[in-house]
């Protein structure tokens, strides 16, 4: 997609997965406010050519939860692009971006669930003094605008996740995959959340799988992937291999952004190449030193290259101020498995005291 002024171009491809043979290929030429309007057309040019018949909820999906303020739209998903990164400078921007989005558009579901999803990293994360009920209510708020929304859900479980009622946060999750099993926030969140803090590496794997498939430009999936999987599995090096690939390409968009370096780090860090790995991690941390989650990542590398010293010393920076439910979470990651016994980690991070809820 092309935008000059107030003219969008829209170049659209519908090919064949397995042998990349082209089915279909057009051009849209349109003002910028027609912008819905192109994408109906997309969607019902690939549903021809596919010879498919939408069921009436199919075509309620995918025209569900838009607005009709095209600048509140472009916030929304500047805001999404943003906030998916998950450093501390790119959730701030992204939480402005949902919120100008709701200021232009107050009936804009998708926009709050996207508000929760800052906040909750911000505080769980990055230190940022956010009362737990205000960040379920907007999540409430979300829901209450669209039922039918995927995202508002996984806003409403994530908030209840991070505040620590996590069968709740189960429920809200199944939800939104019961309304889309392919949404990307649905798998991320549940994986990354539910099925990590339950140490369910098979589910998270899968789950991860899914999202790395829904979003070709997700460099964090494949890294986790590998992360969770066997050492000595065949499917880890291919999956350290993508995440590379797509680290270094979002790293050449956007130079200034620390998390696809930092990233890349870790999966470099798999395949083994160690000099290239801690170059990354080097210029990562040259951008962002303070970063909770670039931390946790230079603790998760020095680890697997062996560096025990190197490894506590960032995890403990990384666990200052966050609460339980992280430690819990940095505690089942496995690239901690080779430095678990070693009696400073469970001084780092703490196991749960059995009374706690």
Known sequence: MRLSGQRVRVSTRLLEGATGELF?????????ADIFAIQDEIT???VKHLELELLPEEKHAIQQARTGNIEAYHYELQGRQLALELTKSYLVLARRLFGKAVELDPGYARAYAGMVICDCYLRDWHGKDSAPDEILAIADKALHLDPTLPEAHVAR??????????EEAGVSYQKALAIDPNSYEANFFFASTMARFLNDRAK???????????????????????????????????????????????????????????????????????EKARSWLARALAIDPDDFIANVNAAALYAHLG???????????????????TIDMLRNDADFDVIRDDPRFSAILPPRDPGMA
Do not use: T
């Open 157 to 166: 479980g994530f908030a209840l996740f991070c505040n620590e009622r996590y």
């Open 44 to 46: 019902e040019a690939v």
């Open 307 to 325: 560096d025990v010293e190197g490894a506590l010393q960032h995890l403990k920076k990384a666990a200052r101020d966050v609460p339980q439910n």
């Open 204 to 274: 998270m794997i899968s789950m991860f799988k899914q999202a790395s498939r829904l979003r070709p430009d997700d460099y964090l999936s494949p890294m986790m992937i590998a992360a969770f999987l066997a050492r000595n599995d065949p499917e880890r090096l291919d999956w350290a291999r993508i995440c590379v690939e797509r680290s270094e390409r979002a790293s050449g968009i956007h130079p200034e952004n620390a998390a696809p370096l930092h990233r890349g780090a870790v999966a470099l860090g798999y395949l083994d190449d160690k």
């Open 24 to 32: 279909w290929a057009e051009r849209f030429d349109r003002d910028l």
